[in-house]
């Protein structure tokens, strides 16, 4: 038995090398038609991390010998196989950047899908990667390469807009729960987290940055009132990071809870724990720079340049700004954080009383001892 597999190996090797002495002769002999397209197809689909073959191919695209839609298709293929291929998820992302670069490649635009408007092709190709990366992430488990590739098509394709963080932070909750020793299925619901925060952090730093030109040129701040609210109500209808920091919360108590013994929950349950942290001391601040634009022109510098993390700026009562400011500095923002969770919703305490919980009533070693490492990590985070 193991001599034939022994021989079934050495003759895929053989035409392998095969295939690559045709493949090396048709590049001299300046062959660049179907009979190269086809070596290196079945070259890939033999060893997909053959990279001169992929880069054979990118030349045929950029021709305009070889249809890119095609090496996608390619690339789908040869990860049902080999899942985690490194030069596959490499030679796809390339394929992409050439498909949203249309003055790159005029001669494509008629060829395939590509005569779509660029919002509904790209569009197309986001829905497609995200299924891409599904399926190889189910192959392989924890696919580091998988959740990447799906990492970069959120920042390249998706621009990491507020309703693309939502949906895949949605999509991916099932997944994670089939998954739970998973981590890179984690990492990336803690990516989608972290996104949803900074686009937060920036849209409130525009927001500052507003008041201040509104207050110095008061003759525009009429014309961009009704735009600004608008826009406000409808990004404070599509987030809510505490409500959604708090269901992820929940998510992990549900999961320790019906499956022991995961380290992979434990982690994430310090990932999200510490998310909070930082947004209910985040958030609060930056409302105390908007509603200080009614003080002196020193002062509005002052915060804009260099926020500092001042006790009175962490500890202020968001319902116990004055009447000066809730006219001028009152903001949609405002409005979110006096009806988001108090911090003992989701406080230490909460947390202690679950890994209490937990231990009094677990059976598992390896449960047992997750929840005393992370009671651990809790007191020196703390500094308790």
């Known amino acids: 038995m193991a001599e034939q597999r022994c021989r079934g190996v050495g003759r895929i090797l053989f035409d392998l090398l095969d295939i690559l002495g045709q493949l090396l002769h048709s590049r001299n002999a300046g062959l660049y038609g179907g009979e190269l397209i086809d070596i290196t197809c079945t070259l890939l689909l033999l060893n997909p991390d053959f990279t001169t073959a992929w880069n054979v191919r990118k030349e045929l695209i950029l021709s305009g010998t070889l249809n890119p839609l095609k090496d996608l298709h390619l690339g789908k293929l040869a990860l049902t196989k080999f899942p985690k291929s490194p030069e596959t998820w490499i030679h796809r992302r390339w394929v992409l950047q050439q498909l949203i670069q249309e003055n790159s490649l005029p001669s ?51 621009k990491l807009t507020v309703k693309v963080l939502l949906d895949e932070l949605s999509s991916t909750k099932y997944w994670v729960s089939m998954h739970v020793s998973d981590h890179s299925g984690f990492h990336y619901r803690q990516f989608l987290l972290k996104s949803l925060i900074g686009r937060t952090v920036t849209d409130n730093n525009v927001l500052v940055q507003n008041q201040i030109v509104n207050e110095q040129n008061p003759s525009l701040q009429k014309e961009e009132e009704s735009a600004g609210a608008e826009a406000a109500c409808a990004e404070e209808q599509s987030l809510d990071l505490p409500r959604h920091l708090e269901e992820e919360l929940e998510l992990c108590t549900e999961l320790i ?18 998310l909070q942290h930082h947004l209910s001391n985040k958030i609060p601040l930056l409302s105390a720079v908007v509603s200080s634009v009614d003080s002196s022109d020193e002062t509005l510098n002052n915060s804009h340049h260099s926020p500092a993390t001042s006790p009175m700026a962490q500890a202020m009562d968001i319902d116990g700004l004055n009447e000066s400011s809730s006219k001028q500095g009152y903001t949609q923002e405002t409005k979110r954080l006096k009806r988001a969770p108090m911090q003992d ?14 231990l009094s009533t677990c ?13 651990k990590w809790l007191v020196t985070f703390l500094g308790q």
């Open 257 to 274: 809870d019906s499956y022991p013994g995961h380290e992979t929950l434990w982690c994430h349950r310090r990932c999200v724990f510490y």
């Open 345 to 358: 919703s989701f406080g230490p305490e909460v947390e202690y009383r679950f890994i209490d919980k937990v």
């Open 363 to 375: 059976r598992d070693a390896d449960q047992a001892r997750f929840a005393t490492a992370y009671r």
């Open 108 to 158: 494509l635009v008629t060829k395939g899908n590509l005569g779509a408007a660029p919002v509904e092709r790209i569009h197309r190709l986001v829905q497609e990667e995200m299924n891409v990366c599904s399926e190889a992430a189910g192959r392989y488990p924890s696919n580091y390469n998988a959740w990447s590739h799906r990492i970069w098509v959120l920042q390249h394709l998706g």
